[in-house]
């Protein structure tokens, strides 16, 4: 097949009775006013060379404006590139590159190349995801989306992974190790950049329990380590106050173990508890111990300065002991 032309066409597909979903059902599959410009370059036992210059198609409750990309498909290497989708006012483009440095059948194709970058209305993917799934995200107006990254030989860089909605935004880079076998995972200097403005307070508030979020929380992080075994420092900004932290989590069966320090300044306890007497606080606390099953958690620290009932309040020694039926704290 050199080219295939397909014009003002409709397709359906149908597993036992006929029927329109709402939601995308690949047991049935309807489209309707498929527009299609098809070049097939090289077809044989073992390669498949092809692009698609041009695909729009209205299926039940999604259309698809405009589809094109290119594929190359052989023993060593998975091409599809150019890729571009645009639906109204969404697009995305895409390259995913998957090789193999040898001809081995039974090589793992585990080096790849991927360039994504969207503009995305959660919502107008309604046709394709679960309502309870969407319905963190539908407030969301069109949100910029860029995966940028390698992956060759177990060693792989995130140039960059962003996500920005019209208030808040996720950036992070780094590098991970051994990414497909969940037993040796690892990461070195994966940095984080975010702000929390009201898009992504939305999603993670039912997670904060009795804790106040404020709008507008800025967060900076560098972490390397294992899924067991967590280092990270950073900084929080918030217009609640802002801290430091640096140390190492490590997380065992049952218990998690921490040896942390975090440093605050002008930390508006009362806000962020919902107990109006306690104000702003300095502080400086050091967290050793686990937490779990076999619970003993030592954190002391000093309080330069703090507010209660608009008095202040100043070198405040703190020191408390948790264990698993019974938390001793001294406070002089």
């Known amino acids: ?38 070049v097939v370059i090289l077809v044989n036992e073992d390669t498949l060379n092809g692009d698609l210059l041009s695909l729009s198609a209205q299926m039940p409750g ?66 394709f995801f679960s309502d309870s799934l969407l319905d963190q995200f539908n407030h969301w107006k069109p949100t910029e ?21 019209a208030n808040s935004y996720l950036q992070v880079d780094g590098k991970i190790m051994d990414a497909w076998d969940h037993e040796k995972i690892n990461w070195e200097d994966i940095a984080i950049n975010a702000k929390i403005g009201s898009d992504f307070k939305e999603i993670i508030t039912p997670f904060a329990g009795s804790f106040n979020i404020p709008d507008g929380i800025t967060i900076r992080a560098l972490s390397s380590g294992n899924p067991k075994r967590i280092l990270a420092k950073g900084s929080i900004d918030t217009i609640w106050g802002s801290a430091q932290f640096d140390g ?60 209660v009932l608009d008095q202040s309040i100043s070198n405040i020694a703190i020191k408390s002991l948790t264990r698993k039926d019974n938390t001793i704290i001294e406070v002089a």
């Open 1 to 38: 097949v050199a080219n295939l032309n397909v014009e003002n066409s409709n397709f359906s597909l149908h597993n036992n009775r006929i029927t329109t979903t709402q939601k995308f059902d690949p047991a049935h599959i309807q489209l309707q006013d498929i527009q299609i410009k098809l």
């Open 62 to 127: 999604f259309k698809l404006n405009e589809g094109r990309f290119a594929l190359q498909w052989n023993r060593q290497q998975f091409a599809f590139t150019n890729l571009h989708l645009a639906s109204n006012t969404n697009q995305l483009d895409a390259d995913l590159k998957v090789y193999t440095l040898n001809s081995n059948e039974d090589s793992d194709l585990d080096n790849l190349e991927l360039n994504v970058l969207g503009k995305i209305e959660p919502a107008a993917l309604a046709y």
């Open 145 to 165: 989306v860029k995966l940028e990254g390698n992956y060759n030989q177990g060693q792989g860089l995130i140039k960059t992974l962003y996500v920005k909605t």
């Open 248 to 307: 190492l989590t490590m997380l065992q069966t049952g218990n998690t173990g921490l040896d942390v320090k975090v440093i605050g300044e002008k930390v508006d306890i009362g806000k962020w508890v919902d107990v109006p007497a306690l104000g702003p606080a300095a502080f400086s606390l050091v967290a050793k111990g686990n937490l779990g099953t076999d619970q003993n958690l030592e954190i002391n620290g000093t309080i330069p300065h703090m507010e």
